[in-house]
């Protein structure tokens, strides 16, 4: 059997920018190019709202969705998974939350419109057991199961050398599919996506409580007229 590839997701990126309400629509450009015998030189525009790779740490890459300047921007971390030709199967997204009870952290994984749903989806790291997740919802780019992590997923996987998914094909519903996440640099990006995600709320507190203080203003302003 074989699985169409899968768009690069931001899905779960995109949801948690939502939470952010960060101001996504513009478009962020640098200054103007310097120019060279009197014609300007090209250069990249920073389009706001896109997904970008902020850092890599092993196998793991960092992505974020860019937001204006002075803005927090939601990031994930990000693993692409292939088959054994190295044909793309499924996504791994992994992103931080705030650490206030039993899930640390929770994950998305993107697996190809023409999967399996009733089995759900299964997770284990090396050879350990397996646990079982059901798919939340598809869409035209795949279908989309959300993992809660506790403090003991997010250890294991820290120690382990690989995450194996397992899904059925629709095509083929006497088959099970197992392709795998491989878990270098997992620890360093983690700690690295947790850094980002205190900076990030650290900075939307920051700019409520402003907007908060020149809301106060203008009203005292206000009354005093």
Known sequence: MSFQKSPRAGGVAGLVAGLLA????????????????????????EEVGETYIAETHGDWEIRCI??????????????LLVDENGGAVAEFNIFDLPDEGQVVAGATIVTPIDTLLPPGIRLRVDEGNWSEFPFAFCQPIGCFARLGLTQDNIASFRAGGRAVVALVPLPAPDQVVQVEASLSGFTAGFAALEERNTAAITLFEQLRAA????????AEGEAEE
Request: proline residues 11%; hydrophobic residues 30%.
């Open 66 to 79: 860019r937001a204006e300047e002075g803005q927090p921007e939601p990031c994930q971390l990000y693993q």
């Open 22 to 45: 960060l101001p996504f629509g513009a478009l962020a450009q640098t200054e103007t190019a310097p120019a060279e015998d009197g014609l300007p030189l090209g250069q990249q525009v």
């Open 211 to 218: 907007e908060g203080n020149a809301a106060g203003d203008e």
